[in-house]
């Protein structure tokens, strides 16, 4: 019984505070750059990778970002997104590409912002601090995703070998999408653990992250089946806004999932917050 009352407290705190700091307004705020980051991280990110070497950079970009998303809404943001990445560009050191790596980075400080809100911190940290850490987790993305894209050029002589040596895996090695769900969703997890962990201002434990990181994952998959269902059955996008259906669709499905992901943050906040309180009356409760 006191297990249910403490999980009803922390919830009531959660929505409470979701309300108070302005979440859904945060929501629209978050959703909109992402969808305005989303392509110059993707140009930048292309750019960069066919400078290393990494030529099949746009197809595995593709699928890291968008295996995740309903296959309504990622499908036909998907094929712009390939158009746009295809365009062959020789200008990594130009004004282009820096301003495209600036605009990435502004997603990352609707992140942040999000984040400072959750937690109740007041940024302490300097501008330039604050913008050099966005380019950082920029530039660090893009070099995982083109770490990604080099294995997966070597994924068929990994198959092979493993096939080799433990002929129980051989059933698997076939499940491709199943490979890029996984992948995709490892990115994503340590994409939340890194935010969480060293976006906002001051220090967290890792253990006090891992309930809002657990909440948006699972929150995020029922959400997106949820109004993919809707798409399937209920909505009259294309009729109501033609044209401009798809890029509705994404806006509406990245206001849903940076709902989610402000709720993870304040879900983080109000278990802290409940467990500084049982601990100072706890403490009271030894002093008397």
Request: zero cysteines.
């Amino acid at each position: 019984m006191r297990k249910i009352v403490a999980v009803k407290r922390v919830i009531f705190d959660a929505f409470g505070h979701f309300n108070y700091d302005d979440g859904w307004s945060m929501a629209s705020h978050l959703a909109i750059s992402a969808l305005m980051a989303l392509f110059p991280f993707l140009i930048f990110a292309t750019t960069l990778a066919s400078f290393l070497g990494a030529q099949a950079f746009a197809d595995t970009a593709v699928h890291l970002v968008f295996d995740t998303w309903p296959q309504q809404i990622a499908a036909p943001i998907a094929r712009e997104v390939v158009n746009v990445l295809t365009v062959q560009r020789t200008d990594l050191l130009t004004y282009g590409v820096v301003l495209a790596a600036f605009f990435a980075s502004n997603g990352i400080e609707a992140l942040r912002t999000s984040l400072n809100r959750a937690y109740r911190v007041v940024e302490t940290r300097s501008f330039v601090y604050r913008r050099l850490q966005s380019l950082a987790f920029v530039l660090i993305a893009t070099i995982g995703f083109v770490v990604i894209s080099v294995l997966l050029v070597f994924a068929p002589i990994l198959a092979r070998l493993a096939q080799a040596n433990f002929e129980w895996i051989e059933p698997y090695m076939g499940t491709i999408t199943l490979w890029r769900f996984v992948i995709a969703s490892t990115v994503i997890v340590l994409g939340l653990i890194a935010v969480h962990f060293w976006l906002p201002d001051g220090k967290r434990r890792f253990t006090a992250i891992v309930p809002g990181i657990l909440f948006t994952l699972v929150a995020w998959l029922i959400g997106s089946t949820a109004f993919a269902t809707y798409l399937d059955h209920f909505s009259s996008y294309v009729t109501t806004y033609a044209g401009l259906a798809s890029i509705m669709i994404a806006v509406v499905f990245l206001y849903i999932v940076s709902a989610i992901f402000i709720l993870g943050g304040e879900l983080n906040a109000a278990i802290t917050r409940y467990l500084d309180a049982r601990a100072r009356v706890g403490t009271l409760s030894v002093k008397e």
